[in-house]
């Protein structure tokens, strides 16, 4: 209370010594497929744990830093205190009440942002406008909350001379896996594992380590328990010893890596699907669709069908420009015709809204329940 402030001492005496054990923080998840889970943080776990963060951003004393985030939500932490603060850069807030690409490239620009951290949803939205406006480019640019789409990564490095480095990581941890400064780059792929941190891939049946499988954190190996890893689920022991079972901590989410270690995002478990059991990542199709330049963001999910299980079916958003109505529609079957395979490639459509959490990430469960009921105005591949 400002009374309390105002007659407060002007030295802080501590009560007792604080561990680094000890509770710091808690953030809920976003709970794109699911209720939100409460995470518990430590001492350690989130300023130390971030040094990763830092580490992939590319943060260096002196930069002035802008990242996109929601107070409350765990990404706001990472990148609006502990990675720059780790980093003595500075913080740029940008404060509004409705994005606006244009001012904010014009602030932007005014306070001399060196290093920007946006989620994909902000990366689309950017892209909508003309992003020649920004005349100082940062030097450093990076995305992270759900995949992001290379289409999105081509268009800005053709305007801005930058790429847009992907991370991976969840409320639960720092960043896991990461496209970290002067690592070459592999397109579609988030990067390798960040120090700190033993990736392994659970194939979900047999558990076993493999090439493609559950992204998981060993948590027994060389390295031992991460530092950047929660101490739990506040309050639920089961679901926390059920996401360490075995020695390993399961993220709930799909890849896959290839020779050199680069891991490629397949999907949420939730989210992957099977059609004609072809086993169908809905990102994949999602960014195949955002090549079109009629899609300003779009989200698959799977559609019952009789003859096939599921087929894929498309929530798009239009760009500015275009209509929606069975013509548009056509010309977006015909897109995903000429750029997937045929077990692939999308067999219903729909324009509508995508439902998000307050931190922006799409709410794919919501999408499954609205397919699943035969709400809005579908239309069907060859109709």
């Not at 776990?45 to 580490?55: A, D, E, K, N, V």
């Not at 963001?297 to 798009?316: G, N, Q, S, T």
């Given at each position: 209370?400002?009374?309390?402030?105002?007659?407060?001492?002007?030295?802080?005496?501590?009560?007792?010594?604080?561990?680094?054990?000890?509770?710091?923080?808690?953030?809920?998840?976003?709970?794109?497929?699911?209720?939100?889970?409460?995470?518990?943080?430590?001492?350690?776990?989130?300023?130390?744990?971030?040094?990763?963060?830092?580490?992939?951003?590319?943060?260096?004393?002196?930069?002035?830093?802008?990242?996109?985030?929601?107070?409350?939500?765990?990404?706001?932490?990472?990148?609006?205190?502990?990675?720059?603060?780790?980093?003595?850069?500075?913080?740029?807030?940008?404060?509004?009440?409705r994005f606006d690409a244009t001012r904010l490239m014009a602030e932007m620009d005014r306070c001399g942002v060196t290093t920007f951290c946006a989620p994909p949803t902000v990366w689309r939205m950017l892209i909508q406008a003309d992003l020649t406006q920004l005349r100082h480019p940062p030097r450093e640019a990076v995305a992270a909350g759900e995949p992001l789409n290379p289409e999105v990564i081509e268009h800005v490095r053709r305007d801005w001379g930058v790429t847009i480095r992907d991370g991976f990581g969840q409320t639960e941890t720092a960043v896991q896996v990461a496209n970290t400064?002067?690592?070459?780059?592999?397109?579609?792929?988030?990067?390798?594992?960040?120090?700190?941190?033993?990736?392994?891939?659970?194939?979900?049946?047999?558990?076993?380590?493999?090439?493609?499988?559950?992204?998981?954190?060993?948590?027994?190996?060389?390295?031992?328990?991460?530092?950047?890893?929660?101490?739990?689920?506040?309050?639920?022991?089961?679901?926390?010893?059920?996401?360490?079972?075995?020695?390993?901590?399961?993220?709930?989410?799909?890849?896959?890596?290839?020779?050199?270690?680069?891991?490629?995002?397949?999907?949420?478990?939730?989210?992957?699907?099977?059609?004609?059991?072809?086993?169908?990542?809905?990102?994949?199709?999602?960014?195949?669709?955002?090549?079109?330049?009629?899609?300003?963001?779009?989200?698959?999910?799977?559609?019952?069908?009789?003859?096939?299980?599921?087929?894929?079916?498309?929530?798009?958003?239009?760009?500015?420009?275009?209509?929606?109505?069975?013509?548009?529609?056509?010309?977006?079957?015909?897109?995903?015709?000429?750029?997937?395979?045929?077990?692939?490639?999308?067999?219903?459509?729909?324009?509508?809204?995508?439902?998000?959490?307050?931190?922006?990430?799409?709410?794919?469960?919501?999408?499954?329940?609205?397919?699943?009921?035969?709400?809005?105005?579908?239309?069907?591949?060859?109709?």
């Amino acid at each position: 209370m400002p009374d309390e402030a105002t007659g407060a001492a002007d030295r802080f005496v501590p009560d007792g010594p604080t561990l680094a054990t000890d509770p710091l923080m808690l953030y809920f998840t976003s709970g794109t497929t699911a209720q939100p889970k409460l995470v518990q943080h430590t001492h350690i776990s989130y300023p130390i744990g971030h040094l990763s963060t830092m580490y992939w951003i590319g943060l260096r004393p002196g930069d002035v830093h802008l990242n996109i985030s929601s107070p409350g939500w765990a990404k706001h932490a990472w990148s609006n205190l502990f990675a720059p603060w780790n980093a003595e850069a500075t913080v740029f807030i940008h404060n509004y009440t409705r994005f606006d690409a244009t001012r904010l490239m014009a602030e932007m620009d005014r306070c001399g942002v060196t290093t920007f951290c946006a989620p994909p949803t902000v990366w689309r939205m950017l892209i909508q406008a003309d992003l020649t406006q920004l005349r100082h480019p940062p030097r450093e640019a990076v995305a992270a909350g759900e995949p992001l789409n290379p289409e999105v990564i081509e268009h800005v490095r053709r305007d801005w001379g930058v790429t847009i480095r992907d991370g991976f990581g969840q409320t639960e941890t720092a960043v896991q896996v990461a496209n970290t400064p002067g690592q070459p780059l592999k397109t579609g792929s988030m990067g390798r594992p960040t120090p700190g941190f033993s990736v392994v891939l659970l194939d979900p049946v047999t558990g076993e380590p493999g090439d493609e499988g559950e992204i998981s954190l060993d948590l027994t190996g060389r390295h031992g328990r991460p530092v950047g890893l929660m101490t739990g689920y506040e309050g639920d022991e089961e679901r926390t010893a059920e996401a360490t079972a075995g020695g390993y901590y399961r993220t709930g989410d799909i890849g896959s890596r290839d020779a050199d270690g680069y891991i490629t995002y397949i999907g949420r478990a939730d989210d992957v699907f099977k059609a004609s059991d072809y086993k169908i990542s809905p990102f994949e199709l999602e960014s195949a669709l955002l090549e079109h330049e009629a899609v300003a963001e779009a989200a698959v999910v799977p559609a019952p069908d009789p003859l096939r299980l599921a087929v894929p079916k498309a929530y798009i958003v239009l760009a500015e420009g275009w209509e929606p109505g069975p013509e548009t529609a056509k010309v977006l079957f015909a897109h995903s015709r000429a750029v997937l395979a045929p077990y692939k490639r999308v067999r219903r459509l729909e324009f509508a809204e995508l439902p998000k959490t307050v931190s922006g990430k799409i709410r794919r469960i919501e999408l499954r329940e609205r397919t699943a009921s035969g709400e809005g105005v579908e239309f069907h591949e060859g109709t």
